[in-house]
């Protein structure tokens, strides 16, 4: 119990920590969408746990803006915040609690508005003239920013028309355009002052700075979302629905956002989001989301409020499919095969739901494409959805002292020269197993259920053994006993037992996974099969020219050329043949080979070799043939079935003459493999 209660009380700390941020200094620590997760995952540990919660609590209290810079103002109807969904369902949900409330089957008419990013605010108008404006601040008091406010544009001074109420609250958003805040910040970045990380934050910022004149320099736009009538309401008529009331708020000279919807059924509302979702980035100013209202104000009177939302209304909201963020630092990886990837580090942000803090930069290309520097504003997307990309870079933001983010001339582990695969375009270290970083991928790769498949040999275990300096090749752990590994961190005698038992089983590992386990570039499971369909044995295709590798269907130039580099280092040659001597190679699976053996030239025949052979070894020739599911035999009999001869055979060449058996010559025996 002790952990919840601390967990409950952590994230309220940094919530209001966040808050503070936020409201109070204009700045966002963290996105939208993480504040929103976090203030979720702090309801649901409160419902859970309803004795740890506080009056303080974020869950309780409306976000505060209020500072000392402004004079309070006590309002006169408190300004709610909005319940927040995500999803359909969440809707769906908000819908039927609707009608449960007020106990009807009903049809029900919904409002849907866009939900501008920025900043509420009231106006209070005394006889069509505007009196004073303020933040929303704790909800119940808030700044009183009425010079400020008197500086915006489309804010009326006097409102027009007829029907003027003797009192009325309008309140609506204060934001800036997209566009004004990209030459903003462009400005300060020119006069070194502090620049804005979005548009709401330089609205907020221009709103509540002490000094009017700002706010007159700065662009700010006011859209109307909601008014209130005070004693004369029953003297306006027909304003009994959400709609005719901001229509009228339109005629007494208030700006509206012109896309607002009346909606009598769910789809309606779920057309207008998904609109808006696709819309979103070509408006010239930032929604989050859209908000939905019950249009009839009886109903909403109805259904009433509790101390944080009206229970008429709810935000559905847009996950984020961007984010902007902060570069933290871009580190260079070094892959299995050498390849350099550049990725990004930056503070975490949500995108779709997902917590996000790296993205791979893929090539030299990219890096200079998007002119990276440390600490720059770069904006984050998901590609496909899934895929964490680096957009852009907001260049105005950064400072002129920030440090370029350059590929590097070195490895940044073995400090081997990076050699440029223009065609590829890759930049790779070529020190292969000489190199740590591609030494421990190397084995990973090698041992894992694809390759070898060695079980318990994890990537802990093995960067431990390659530390202790207890491997340098795979060929090594063929010889590690389990008192060898019984010495590392966490392996304790059984787990040793078994990691040589699995290392003992898969000496016998089938031709395709063995060129696999070997990790050359290009060479997956795929071109794996295909290789080792081709070759009858390893040496063959030690040895094969870049012609013959290209000349088998499927494999292309550069895998040709991977192949024929591979076996030119002469660590891999001296490693592949090391291993020969350790391991098994078959053709084909264990529970596959009786079956296709059957269908060889060779299977069930006695069979005697003679002479010396230029495309193999006499052992590797056994090897082959027994895969087939020859049996060899040392001395010619009648019962012998074939007589292979190579060059310079012996007295068996003759005797089998004598006896009439099978011949086969070399080149005869390769058409029959
Ligand atoms: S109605 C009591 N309508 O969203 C309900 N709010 O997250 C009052 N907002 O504080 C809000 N566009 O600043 C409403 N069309 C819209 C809005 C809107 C943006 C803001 C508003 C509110 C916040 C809640």
């Known amino acids: 119990m002790k952990t919840i209660k601390n967990k409950i009380e952590h994230l309220r700390k940094d919530l209001l920590k966040y808050q503070y941020y936020y409201h109070t200094l204009n700045e966002s620590i963290i996105s939208d969408a993480e504040y ?6 702090l309801y649901i540990l409160e419902r859970k746990n309803k004795n740890f919660i506080t009056d303080d609590s974020p869950t309780q209290k409306i976000g505060s803006n209020l500072t000392d810079k402004f004079k309070k103002i006590l309002h006169f109807f408190p300004m709610l915040s909005l319940e927040n969904t995500f999803d359909f369902n969440g809707y769906l949900e908000f819908e039927k609690r609707i009608k449960k409330n007020i106990d009807t089957k009903k049809k029900i008419n919904f409002c849907c508005e866009l939900k501008i990013d920025g900043i509420a605010i009231s106006l209070i108008y005394e006889k069509g003239i505007f009196i004073r404006a303020a933040t929303r601040g704790d909800g119940y008091k808030g700044e009183n920013i009425t010079s400020n406010a008197k500086m915006i544009k489309s804010i009326p ?12 609250e309008v309140r609506g958003e204060v934001f800036m355009l997209k566009s004004d805040f990209l030459r903003l910040n462009e400005k300060s970045r020119i006069n070194k002052i502090k620049m804005f990380s979005n548009p709401r934050n330089a609205a907020a910022g221009s709103l509540r700075h002490l000094d009017s004149n700002i706010t007159d320099k700065r662009k700010l736009i006011f859209s109307c979302y909601g008014c209130y009538f005070f004693k004369d309401f029953k003297t306006i008529k027909n304003i009994s629905t959400h709609y005719k009331r901001l229509m009228q708020c339109l005629k007494w000279g208030f ?3 012109q896309e607002i919807i009346r909606c009598s059924n769910h789809q309606e509302v779920f057309n207008f989001y998904n609109k808006f979702k696709k819309k979103r980035n070509l408006l010239d100013f930032d929604i989050d989301g859209i908000v939905v209202k019950v249009d009839s104000i009886d109903l909403q009177k109805k259904l009433g409020c509790n101390s944080k939302f009206p229970k008429w209304a709810i935000a559905l909201k847009f996950f984020s499919s961007q984010q902007t963020t902060k570069l933290q630092d871009v ?3 070094v892959g299995r095969t050498g390849v350099i990837t550049p990725v990004a580090y930056f503070n975490p942000v949500y995108i779709s739901g997902v917590k996000i803090k790296k993205a791979s930069l893929y090539n030299k290309n990219e890096i200079e494409k998007l002119n990276l520097h440390i600490g720059d504003s770069i ?8 895929i964490p990309k680096i957009l852009n870079v907001v260049n105005s933001t950064r400072f002129n002292n920030s440090k370029k983010v350059v590929f590097p001339v070195l490895c940044p582990f073995c400090d081997t020269k990076l ?7 890759i930049i790779r270290c070529h020190a292969g197993l000489t190199c740590d970083a591609q030494k421990k991928r190397s084995f990973y790769h090698f041992f894992s259920k694809k390759s070898f498949n060695v079980i318990g040999l994890g990537p802990n275990i093995i960067n431990e053994l390659i530390e202790k300096r207890l491997v340098q090749n795979p060929v090594d752990f063929f010889s590690l006993t389990d008192l060898d590994l019984i010495t590392l961190k966490n392996v304790g005698r059984k787990k040793s037992v078994n990691i040589i038992n699995s290392l003992k089983r898969c000496r016998t590992i089938t031709f395709k996974r063995f060129i696999y386990a070997l990790g050359i570039p290009n060479v997956g499971e795929v071109f794996a099969e295909k290789i080792a369909n081709h070759f009858i044995n390893l040496n063959k295709l030690v040895c094969a020219s870049i ?3 290209n000349n088998i269907s499927g494999i292309g130039k550069v895998i040709a050329n991977n192949i024929f580099n591979y076996f030119s280092v002469s660590v891999n040659y001296d490693m592949v043949y090391k291993l020969e001597n350790k391991i098994k190679i078959i053709w084909n699976d264990p529970n596959t080979v009786i079956k296709n053996q059957k269908k060889t030239y060779f299977f069930n025949k006695k069979i005697v070799l003679t002479g010396v052979f230029d495309s193999f070894s006499r052992h590797q020739l056994k090897i082959i043939l027994s895969n087939l599911g020859a049996k060899i035999l040392n001395s010619v009999s009648k019962n012998t079935d074939i007589l292979i001869y190579g060059k310079n055979f012996g007295s068996k060449f003759f005797k089998a003459k004598n006896l009439n058996i099978e011949m086969i ?5 390769n058409l029959l493999i």
């Open 547 to 549: 012609t013959e590798l």
């Open 157 to 168: 001074l006097k409102l027009k028309g007829s029907n003027i109420p003797e009192r009325l």
């Open 255 to 257: 700006p509206i956002n």
């Open 36 to 41: 929103d997760y976090l203030l979720n995952q």
């Open 379 to 386: 904006v984050i997307c998901r590609s496909g959805d899934v």
């Open 665 to 669: 010559n070399e080149k005869q025996l």
């Open 419 to 425: 050699l440029e695969n223009k065609e590829e375009k």
């Open 331 to 333: 580190k260079f990886q």
